[in-house]
Each structure stands twice: as structure tokens, then as C-alpha cells.
T-cell receptor
Framework: ELKVEQNPLFLSMQEGKNYTIYCNYSTTSDRLYWYRQDPGKSLESLFVLLSNGAVKQEGRLMASLDTKARLSTLHITAAVHDLSATYFCAVPPAGGTSYGKLTFGQGTILTVHP | EAGVAQSPRYKIIEKRQSVAFWCNPISGHATLYWYQQILGQGPKLLIQFQNNGVVDDSQLPKDRFSAERLKGVDSTLKIQPAKLEDSAVYLC??????????FGPGTRLLVL
């Protein structure tokens, strides 16, 4: 059974600081997704990482994937209040038609304060 | 481009009643998903459709949950009879193949 663990689960950051959220998964997979969820809202796609070594950046967020280590990171640079949200990573099992069967992590609740 | 549409947005029912949710995916997206998100947790996939066929329903509690996508476009998810533990947000998503899944606003269900 595929398990996905995020670390930390709660993150309180000061504006302007940097931090990294980690996502570990238990079985082989060749891709990983990051989503953002604001309170009471639905999920917004942030990044789709499709291969080992993939790195994607959007604004103050950068995501990377190491399929050999079964690890993805979401790095936050110079945090601002608008980044406050819950961040989820999600992983499908490898191969076939199972690409849509995402297993989500528990989520990391990020709060950015002045 | 219009996003994933869902209705209703909120529903309150008593246990043992039935309820149905509707989803219209992004135009052209062949793959449609239903997820259950319990408060404080990540979404859990209930069922995945490719056009009007079921790809995966291994986590769907089939004794009480059913879903269909008869014409390969919109879909309905039904719970009958509902239990207290079914209180959750039900999210519909769609995708083009293995790309990002785009989520609708969700239906918040409260079972009393």
C-alpha cells in the first residue's frame, strides 16, 4: 500500500524567511503533484513533477523530485502572508492506468506571520 | 475556460437518508475523479472514470456509494443510506490523461 508522509504538518513562518516542506512516499512512482488548499476552498494545482530530478519554480515556490530517494521538496523563499495555506503532495502508483489514483499526504498547514 | 462545476455546494441530511452530488468536468477532459476529504485530512480517491468506464473504484464503499458517468461527460455520486461518518467534502476533479487534476469547489455534506 502506497503511503505518503509530509513533514512538517504545521509550519509557522516569519515573513521573509525560507523553509522547506518534505514529502516522502513508500513505493515506486515516477511522478508527484503538489497542491494548495485555502481554508474552505478546493485544491489548486501548483506543480506536476514528471521525472527524476525534475525541478519546477513558480514565484516564491520551488518543487523538486528525487524518485530514487522517494522524496519531493517544496521550498519557500522569502515567505509572504499570501502563501498561508495547506499544501498537499500526492503520488500515483507507477505505471498503467493507475496514474489517476493519487494518494495524498496529510497536508502541511503553513502560516506566514509578520 | 470554465472550471469543474459541482452542485449542490452544501447539503445537510439525517443518517439513513440518501443524497446525490453532481459534477460537470472541464470540457474535453476524459478522466473524472470523485474524492472524499474528511476534515483535517488529504483527499481520498473514491472512483476514477475514463470516459464512461470505471478505471478504479477500489476505495468506493460499494454497499452504500454508487457513481455513474453515463454519457462520458457529467457524473453523479450517490450515497444511500448515509452514515454519520460520511460527513465530509466531496470533491470532483478532471484531467487530460496523467496531467494535473483540476478540482471543483466541492460539496460539503453534513450527516446528522
Amino acid at each position: 500500500e502506497l503511503k505518503v508522509e509530509q513533514n512538517p504538518l504545521f509550519l509557522s513562518m516569519q515573513e521573509g524567511k525560507n523553509y522547506t516542506i518534505y514529502c516522502n512516499y513508500s513505493t515506486t512512482s515516477d511522478r508527484l503533484y503538489w497542491y494548495r488548499q485555502d481554508p474552505g476552498k478546493s485544491l489548486e494545482s501548483l506543480f506536476v513533477l514528471l521525472s527524476n530530478g525534475a525541478v519546477k519554480q513558480e514565484g516564491r515556490l520551488m518543487a523538486s523530485l528525487d524518485t530514487k530517494a522517494r522524496l519531493s521538496t517544496l521550498h519557500i523563499t522569502a515567505a509572504v502572508h499570501d502563501l498561508s495555506a495547506t499544501y498537499f503532495c500526492a503520488v500515483p502508483p507507477a505505471g498503467g492506468t493507475s496514474y489517476g489514483k493519487l494518494t495524498f499526504g496529510q497536508g502541511t498547514i503553513l502560516t506566514v506571520h509578520p | 475556460e470554465a472550471g469543474v462545476a459541482q452542485s449542490p455546494r452544501y447539503k445537510i441530511i439525517e443518517k439513513r437518508q440518501s443524497v446525490a452530488f453532481w459534477c460537470n468536468p472541464i470540457s474535453g477532459h476524459a478522466t473524472l475523479y470523485w474524492y472524499q476529504q474528511i476534515l483535517g485530512q488529504g483527499p481520498k480517491l473514491l472512483i476514477q472514470f475514463q470516459n464512461n468506464g470505471v478505471v478504479d473504484d477500489s476505495q468506493l464503499p460499494k454497499d452504500r456509494f454508487s457513481a455513474e458517468r453515463l454519457k462520458g461527460v457529467d457524473s453523479t455520486l450517490k450515497i444511500q443510506p448515509a452514515k454519520l461518518e460520511d460527513s465530509a467534502v466531496y470533491l470532483c476533479a478532471s484531467s487530460l490523461g496523467a496531467g494535473a487534476q483540476y478540482f471543483g469547489p466541492g460539496t460539503r455534506l453534513l450527516v446528522l
